[in-house]
């Protein structure tokens, strides 16, 4: 399985995931486009053959703090660990960007979703302090060490 930044192309369908796990974000094709140009935002995606699979969004913070916006696998996709082979992934590049907290938001009976962001090291950080879609949301949270390159 190859891990890839997303191109262009591969917009429309992150969008029709997007769209499916996260309705409440209501974000356009440009909108997507003009963050992935602001150098802060990182998509990367997964492909089955010619058809995106999965995807990951990542957001670099002040502080050396880096945000997870979203990641979602579609659904005949899942339980083949391409959710977890992308936040790997993500991990890895946000070492090599020197970050040390990475923060996420989960429903709080997301049981999958959180059973995987523990199996790659996260935590429960808190409670958020707002409802999402209606829905309780925890903060989790992974503290990084990054190796010295001297």
């Known amino acids: 399985m190859k891990i890839a930044p997303a191109k262009k192309k591969d917009i429309p369908a992150i969008i029709g995931m997007i769209d499916s796990e996260f309705p409440y974000k209501g974000m356009t094709e440009k909108e997507m486009i003009d963050r992935i140009k602001g150098r802060k935002v990182f998509v990367f995606k997964t492909m089955v053959g010619k058809k995106v699979a999965g995807f990951i969004d990542i957001e670099l913070q002040k502080k050396g703090k880096a945000m997870v916006?979203?990641?979602?696998?579609?659904?005949e996709y899942?339980?083949?660990?391409?959710?977890?082979?992308?936040?790997?992934?993500a991990i890895k590049f946000l070492k090599k960007k020197r970050v040390k907290e990475?923060?996420?938001l989960v429903k709080v009976g997301n049981f999958p979703a959180k059973k995987l962001y523990k199996k790659v090291g996260f935590r429960f950080n808190r409670y958020f302090d707002r409802k999402i879609d209606n829905s309780i949301v925890e903060e989790m949270q992974l503290m990084l060490e990054n190796k010295s390159t001297q």
Do not use: A
């Open 102 to 104: 990475v923060l996420l």
């Open 78 to 89: 899942r339980r083949k660990l391409i959710g977890e082979k992308l936040m790997q992934y």
């Open 69 to 75: 916006n979203g990641i979602s696998v579609l659904s």
